[in-house]
């Protein structure tokens, strides 16, 4: 039987829910293919009950194979044996790291097709084609598959309903791990650097990049923040983030969080994807930059072209005057 | 020990990229340089040979491309590779992630590498997915946006950021690791460096040197069919300030932002 399996990512007794938009998505398609979708879950010690929750978002099945957490190659091994035992044309990832990691080693394994940043995914004579914007999101390329099929969807790509409430069955299977998967081993998981800040609930939020120069440049970034006052705080680019000047905490984007505040006033970012992707929803867009080329101002809706360290002062005292009146 | 690093001729951040209509694929005319994110691959190469940790005999650029693509070739030797190997086929043309990364690992089968690094992503394809479809074809291990290298044990110790935080992954070798930018700030070229750099050995490779099926790769080889170029639903352009009088630009977002109840 022709048939989508879905790799359901969880950690500490949750799923990612980026894989469970997938689940959903995945059954939605199932039923205009006439087939079903399937969702996997790679672990140590999965348990059923846990993995059956899966059939609230639409999985009609759920394969559980027991194998090392956060690395890629296990699931490879696990995804390509269901898939080839029970005849699944095609693979669904709800993106991030392990879901691009995974899917490209899956195409190479099946000799699939394999298409990432996926935002849309459609049937057409009961196949499926993906739409990946290209070019710096300037246009919409249709992917097709000649066999099967592998689709890693961009962050946030797709709608996480409620569950139903209803539970699958579940399959266990017991997979032989290619030598080479057991060669990567993780010595710690999930290690949280930097404060402990919270940015989710926030409605004003100032985001810093690369462009501030220097991990100094937050300070100014977070007397912005507490000049708006009330509901403020300040987030940042994983490219900060992984040079250490602003806590993982803070982190909008591909590895870290999805915001909508009300205000995002981005200082000295780009606005490369993997940053858009965590604050595109955001109401009003305000992007200061030097570079009036930076991929942020084709979505800002108040753009500056200009130097931080002049500008940024300058509206912290114009924000303080204005609260002050 | 032998390292190969990967890279890559891209089209110049400062060119506008456009897709050419009669072939639905990236023109990649106009200025080229080596994809940025590849130097942070070989710097990456010359540190753990400069640390001495690991006996690292030979660093090699390797490249799948046209002939331009000798360029970024030049440049990787200029920033401290010894040779280079450059695959160049117009059987190759047109091939997508899963073909090229088997064109690749098949050339990287002809020199047998400890290590393979590459850089997490090119700046035009956005393919951060070629170091998992090399490192399949070549049954080695792999992890990809390594922030952090540390030999332990004769492996690996590398770090990176993950869905849940950083985590840290001890690897054996031979592995294939793509490394993220933030790993190092790669080192400028010497003009010595830069003068030389033609002078060394250019390996140039045919699909049939590196036992390439072209039945698996090219246009014809590859499973994805991309086509039917549409525009994106349009956004309505924000308004850009350039900021001449930084009194009267912050004036004007003041004013923006009361008008929108920002503040």
Redesign the interface.
């Known amino acids: 039987m022709a048939g989508i399996l879905v790799y359901a990512?969880h950690?500490?007794g949750a799923f990612?829910k980026n894989s469970l938009g997938a689940i959903a998505e995945a059954s939605k398609l199932a039923g205009e293919l006439g087939t079903e979708a399937h969702a996997i879950v790679v672990g140590e010690s999965v348990p059923d009950d846990l993995a059956a929750q899966l059939g609230g978002y639409g999985a009609a099945k759920v394969f559980v194979v027991e194998a090392p957490e956060?690395?890629?190659?296990p699931v490879?091994d696990a995804m390509a044996k269901v898939m080839t035992d029970n005849g699944h044309d095609y693979a669904i990832f709800g993106g991030?790291?392990?879901g691009?990691?995974?899917?490209?080693?899956l195409?190479?394994?099946l000799?699939?097709?394999?298409?990432?940043?996926v935002t849309g995914v459609g049937v057409e004579d009961g196949k499926l084609v993906a739409e990946r914007?290209?070019?710096?999101?300037?246009?919409?390329?249709?992917?097709?598959?000649?066999?099967?099929?592998i689709i890693?969807a961009r962050l946030n790509a797709f709608e996480v309903p409620a569950s139903s409430g209803a539970s699958a069955p579940v399959e266990t299977v017991a997979v032989e791990l290619?030598?080479?998967?057991t060669?990567?081993?993780?010595?710690?998981?999930?290690?949280?650097?930097g404060a402990d800040v919270d940015i989710e609930g926030a409605n004003?939020l100032i985001a810093g990049g690369r462009g501030l120069g220097k991990a100094e440049g937050f300070e100014q970034l977070e007397e912005l923040a507490g000049a708006?006052g009330g509901n403020s705080a300040v987030a940042a680019t994983?490219?900060v983030?992984?040079?250490g000047w602003y806590p993982?905490a803070a982190q909008i984007g591909q590895?870290g969080k999805t915001v909508a505040p009300?205000?995002y006033l981005a200082a000295g970012i780009s606005g490369a994807?993997q940053h858009k992707v965590g604050m595109q929803s955001s109401e009003?867009?305000?992007a200061i930059n030097k570079d009036?080329?930076a991929p942020i101002?084709e979505?800002?809706?108040?753009?500056?072209?200009?130097?931080l360290t002049?500008?940024v002062p300058?509206?912290i005292e114009?924000?303080k005057a204005?609260?002050g009146s | 020990m032998k390292i190969c690093v990967l890279v890559k001729e891209v089209p110049d951040a400062?060119v506008t990229?456009?897709?050419d209509p009669s072939t639905?694929r990236?023109d990649r005319s106009g200025e080229k340089n080596l994809n940025p994110y590849d130097t942070h691959a070989i710097e990456a190469a010359m540190q753990l040979k400069e640390g001495g940790e690991l006996q690292i005999d030979e660093i090699v650029a390797v490249t799948m491309g046209p002939d331009s693509a000798v360029r970024a070739l030049h440049k990787a030797v200029s920033l401290g590779a010894d040779r280079s190997v450059h695959l160049s086929d117009e059987a190759l043309a047109g091939s997508?992630?899963?073909a090229t990364?088997?064109a690749l690992a098949q050339t990287l089968k002809r020199e047998n590498p400890d290590l393979v690094l590459l850089g997490q992503q090119s700046d035009d394809?956005?393919?951060?997915?070629?170091?998992?479809?090399v490192?399949?074809?070549l049954?080695?291990?792999?992890?990809?946006?390594v922030?952090k290298i540390d030999v332990v044990d004769g492996g690996l110790?590398c770090e990176?950021?993950?869905?849940?935080?950083?985590?840290?992954?001890?690897?054996?070798l031979p592995?294939v690791i793509s490394v993220?930018?933030?790993i190092n700030e790669p080192r400028y070229p010497s003009l010595k460096a830069i003068m030389g750099a033609k002078k060394k050995p250019l390996d140039a490779l045919k699909t049939a040197d590196a036992e390439i099926d072209v039945a698996?790769v090219g246009a014809s080889g590859?499973?994805?069919?991309?086509?039917?170029?549409?525009?994106?639903p349009a956004?309505s352009a924000?308004?850009?300030?350039?900021?001449e009088d930084?009194?009267d630009?912050?004036?004007k977002?003041?004013a923006?932002?009361?008008e929108?109840k920002?503040?």
């Not at chain 1, 956060?70 to 190659?73: D, K, R, T, V």
């Not at chain 1, 290619?178 to 998967?181: D, G, L, T, V």
């Open positions: 990512l950690y500490e990612n956060g690395l890629a190659q490879i991030g790291l392990l691009f990691e995974i899917g490209a080693g195409a190479a394994r000799g699939a097709g394999v298409t990432m940043e914007p290209i070019l710096g999101d300037s246009s919409i390329s249709e992917s097709r598959y000649k066999g099967k099929g890693i290619s030598p080479w998967s060669k990567a081993k993780i010595v710690r998981r999930g290690e949280q650097r004003v708006f994983r490219a983030v992984d040079a993982y590895t009300k205000l994807i009003n867009i305000v009036s080329n101002f979505f800002s809706d108040l753009g500056i072209v200009g130097d002049q500008t300058t509206v114009a924000v204005k609260k | 400062a990229k456009r897709i639905g990236l997508d992630v899963a990364g088997y394809g956005e393919c951060y997915t070629i170091g998992a479809v490192a399949d074809h049954q080695a291990p792999s992890l990809t946006q922030i110790r990176r950021q993950a869905e849940y935080g950083y985590d840290t992954v001890q690897v054996e592995a993220g930018d933030a698996l590859s499973q994805v069919q991309c086509g039917s170029f549409k525009a994106p956004k924000g308004l850009i300030i350039e900021d930084t009194n630009t912050v004036e977002i003041v923006w932002l009361d929108r920002l503040i």
